[in-house]
Nanobody, 128 residues
Framework: QLQLVESGGGLVQPGGSLRLSCVASGETLDTWAIGWFRQAPGKEREWVSA????????NYADSVKARFTISRDNAKNTVYLQMDSLKPEDTAIYYC?????????????????????WGQGTQVTVSS
């Protein structure tokens, strides 16, 4: 069974950067599409970014477009979320999630209902 573990969160000043990692175990990631979601205090969980099983397709929420970059290294069974120009409104718990595709494809998924496995989350706090 797939397990996902996020890391890389922390406290950063506005304008700073963080790189989140999502390491998978139990399965090889090359046939899984991956997404990142976040949940701020008192708010519903929202989709942030997604990458296809091949890595050839990526997608971003408008709120993070041009600031965040998603990538994957299937040899390391790891997906990354590079977050630059961070803003206080980016403060949230960030979750990595996966859905099984079974092949190398370019489609990305943006709905929680389309994902099957979730990590425990990593806290990102943007504050001066």
């Amino acid at each position: 069974q797939l397990q996902l573990v996020e890391s890389g969160g922390g406290l950063v000043q506005p304008g700073g950067s963080l790189r989140l990692s999502c390491v998978a175990s139990g399965e090889t990631l090359d046939t899984w599409a991956i997404g990142w979601f976040r949940q701020a205090p008192g708010k519903e969980r929202e989709w942030v970014s997604a990458i296809s099983s091949s890595g050839g397709g990526t997608n971003y929420a408008d709120s993070v477009k041009a600031r965040f970059t998603i990538s994957r290294d299937n040899a390391k069974n790891t997906v990354y979320l590079q977050m630059d120009s961070l803003k206080p409104e980016d403060t949230a718990i960030y979750y990595c999630t996966a859905t099984y595709i079974g092949t190398s494809g370019s489609y990305t998924y943006t709905s929680e209902d389309e994902y099957d496995y979730w990590g425990q989350g990593t806290q990102v706090t943007v504050s001066s």
